[in-house]
């Protein structure tokens, strides 16, 4: 069965104010990521480049961690405290995130994001102890918060029939910038510290300017040239409204049927256990490389940057595979394809954790990095279908319980201090909550379209409450 949202009405001749083909509500029904058509394709690059940054400021710590351990003198509980905070901070403000670009659109809300988190990011050219170290770490995990706007604009921007591909893409391209820091970060620092004679101390400090110029400038860019909707701005459609419209859909009102969508929390979960550790991965895998196998700073940033580089074509392919089974099987499809990605990336992470050599290690790794980035993509996949009014609290539950199974692994199974697993074994118990907790995909039914197990519903819900369902 097909999903109330699956096909979007196609207009049949060619709107006048679009380049390319759009339904009866101007979203558009193809996706080109290479093309830059306005306003559609113009705020996907706006939205993929600006999260890049975000990734890129946030990750940015993990790469040069043996370089800053010794110079502040952290403990192995101090580093994991911190990695625990990086990933707190996003919890809440994507939570606020989602109902805010519910009020005044995605663009207002990640751009005012990025540039308040900013000078955060410069800040941590200026800490000198273990406390301040996780205070930053805490205060820049916020910026992650932007991808709930990314994910708000895309759905916002592009119709049932492509939303998958486009939530894929937008996300999956942003999260390179969390392998590109792995990469480029050492050499910053390396550039300062060899060329440049600096000491070590000052060349970690002075490479921490140039993450956040870069988010600064992208918060300028998507001021200047995005646009919320097909037509227009939040503050121009708004006035449009009538009053009745604005009253059902003010903000206690969007987040209160937002958070009595139980699709919603299960979503949040599953994400949690996909892209939640696929956030530990990006925090703990450098290191893990660096300690277990011995290897040199750069080098063990090249393998990590690898894990992070595959997000180019594993969570656009994730969306690509969740579009596809949707026109054919529905939002059934969407939930098979979802499942059985979730749990080949389980197996893989537990394997991950078993390989006691170098290559087998980078291996396992890099297909464990395809089928887990694939799942998130599959899972947004999912969610523009679950609430059409209360789409950005949707989201952001779903976004908040990535960062919050972070948290969650980070905190169980790599926070250091007194804690007898080792990273190893840890990386393996992850896998297993992944398998676990995909066993919840199987409780998710739409009335209109079905579950995994189910078919629709032979009694049609009232259509006026449908904004709850689907």
Same mark, same amino acid.
């Given at each position: 069965?097909?999903?109330?949202?699956?096909?979007?009405?196609?207009?049949?001749?060619?709107?006048?104010?679009?380049?390319?083909?759009?339904?009866?509500?101007?979203?558009?029904?193809?996706?080109?990521?290479?093309?830059?058509?306005?306003?559609?394709?113009?705020?996907?690059?706006?939205?993929?480049?600006?999260?890049?940054?975000?990734?890129? !400021?946030?990750?940015?710590?993990?790469?040069?961690?043996?370089?800053?351990?010794?110079?502040?003198?952290?403990?192995?509980?101090?580093?994991?405290?911190?990695?625990?905070?990086?990933?707190?901070?996003?919890?809440? !403000?994507?939570?606020?995130?989602?109902?805010?670009?519910?009020?005044?659109?995605?663009?207002?809300a990640s751009a005012t994001l990025s540039l308040i988190t900013a000078p955060i990011v410069l800040s941590?050219?200026?800490?000198?102890?273990?406390?301040?170290?996780?205070?930053?770490?805490?205060?820049?995990?916020?910026?992650?918060?932007?991808?709930?706007?990314?994910?708000?604009?895309?759905?916002?921007?592009?119709?049932?029939?492509?939303?998958?591909?486009?939530?894929?893409?937008?996300?999956?391209?942003?999260?390179?910038?969390?392998?590109?820091?792995?990469?480029?970060?050492?050499?910053?620092? !390396?550039f300062y510290f060899k060329t440049l004679n600096l000491s070590s101390s000052t060349a970690w400090r002075?490479?921490?300017?140039?993450?956040?110029?870069?988010?600064?400038?992208?918060?300028?860019?998507?001021?200047?040239?995005?646009?919320?909707?097909?037509?227009?701005?939040?503050?121009?459609?708004?006035?449009?409204?009538?009053?009745?419209?604005?009253?059902?859909?003010?903000?206690?009102?969007?987040?209160?049927?937002?958070?009595?969508?139980?699709?919603?929390?299960?979503?949040?979960?599953?994400?949690?256990?996909?892209?939640?550790?696929?956030?530990?991965? #990006?925090?703990?895998?450098?290191?893990?490389?660096?300690?277990?196998?011995?290897?040199?700073?750069?080098?063990?940033?090249?393998?990590?940057?690898?894990?992070?580089?595959?997000?180019?074509?594993?969570?656009?392919?994730?969306?690509?595979?969740?579009?596809?089974?949707?026109?054919?099987?529905?939002?059934?499809?969407?939930?098979?394809?979802?499942?059985?990605?979730?749990?080949?990336?389980?197996?893989?992470?537990?394997?991950?954790?078993?390989?006691?050599?170098?290559?087998?290690?980078?291996?396992?790794? !890099?297909?464990?990095?395809?089928?887990?980035?694939?799942?998130?993509?599959l899972t947004f996949g999912v969610v523009p279908f679950v609430s059409k009014r209360s789409l950005g609290?949707?989201?952001?539950?779903?976004?908040?319980?990535?960062?919050?199974?972070?948290?969650?692994?980070?905190?169980?199974?790599?926070?250091?201090?007194?804690?007898?697993?080792?990273?190893?074994?840890?990386?393996?118990?992850?896998?297993?909550?992944?398998?676990?907790?995909?066993?919840?995909?199987?409780?998710?039914?739409?009335?209109?379209?079905?579950?995994?197990?189910?078919?629709?519903?032979?009694?049609?819900? #009232?259509?006026?409450?449908?904004?709850?369902?689907?």
């Amino acid at each position: 069965m097909q999903s109330a949202m699956e096909e979007s009405p196609i207009s049949r001749t060619q709107q006048p104010l679009f380049s390319i083909p759009v339904d009866v509500n101007h979203k558009a029904t193809e996706f080109n990521p290479f093309s830059i058509s306005s306003p559609h394709m113009k705020a996907f690059h706006l939205a993929w480049f600006s999260l890049f940054s975000c990734f890129f !400021s946030t990750f940015s710590i993990p790469p040069l961690l043996p370089i800053i351990r010794e110079d502040l003198h952290l403990s192995k509980s101090d580093v994991g405290n911190a990695a625990v905070a990086s990933f707190a901070g996003s919890i809440l !403000s994507r939570l606020l995130m989602g109902p805010t670009c519910d009020l005044v659109g995605p663009r207002i809300a990640s751009a005012t994001l990025s540039l308040i988190t900013a000078p955060i990011v410069l800040s941590t050219a200026f800490i000198s102890s273990p406390q301040a170290f996780i205070l930053i770490r805490f205060l820049i995990g916020f910026c992650l918060a932007n991808f709930v706007a990314n994910q708000f604009w895309m759905s916002s921007m592009f119709s049932g029939r492509v939303v998958g591909i486009a939530n894929g893409f937008a996300a999956g391209w942003a999260n390179v910038g969390s392998g590109v820091t792995q990469l480029l970060m050492p050499l910053i620092y !390396s550039f300062y510290f060899k060329t440049l004679n600096l000491s070590s101390s000052t060349a970690w400090r002075i490479a921490f300017i140039f993450p956040a110029i870069f988010q600064a400038i992208t918060a300028v860019m998507v001021l200047a040239f995005g646009q919320d909707l097909p037509d227009g701005n939040y503050k121009h459609v708004k006035k449009n409204k009538t009053s009745a419209d604005n009253h059902k859909n003010n903000a206690f009102n969007i987040l209160f049927n937002g958070l009595k969508n139980y699709r919603g929390w299960i979503l949040g979960i599953i994400y949690g256990f996909c892209f939640g550790v696929e956030l530990t991965t #990006d925090n703990i895998i450098a290191q893990y490389f660096y300690d277990r196998f011995s290897l040199d700073i750069e080098t063990a940033g090249v393998i990590a940057a690898s894990f992070g580089f595959a997000n180019i074509v594993s969570r656009p392919a994730g969306g690509v595979l969740s579009d596809e089974m949707g026109r054919r099987f529905g939002i059934r499809g969407r939930l098979w394809s979802l499942w059985v990605v979730q749990m080949v990336a389980g197996l893989l992470c537990y394997f991950l954790g078993r390989m006691n050599s170098l290559l087998g290690s980078i291996l396992v790794m !890099s297909c464990f990095s395809l089928f887990v980035q694939a799942a998130s993509g599959l899972t947004f996949g999912v969610v523009p279908f679950v609430s059409k009014r209360s789409l950005g609290v949707i989201s952001g539950m779903t976004g908040s319980g990535g960062t919050l199974g972070a948290v969650v692994t980070q905190l169980l199974l790599f926070s250091g201090g007194d804690s007898k697993i080792s990273t190893e074994k840890g990386i393996s118990i992850m896998g297993l909550m992944m398998l676990f907790c995909s066993i919840l995909l199987t409780l998710i039914y739409f009335p209109k379209s079905g579950g995994m197990f189910c078919g629709a519903s032979k009694q049609n819900p #009232d259509s006026s409450q449908y904004h709850l369902l689907a």
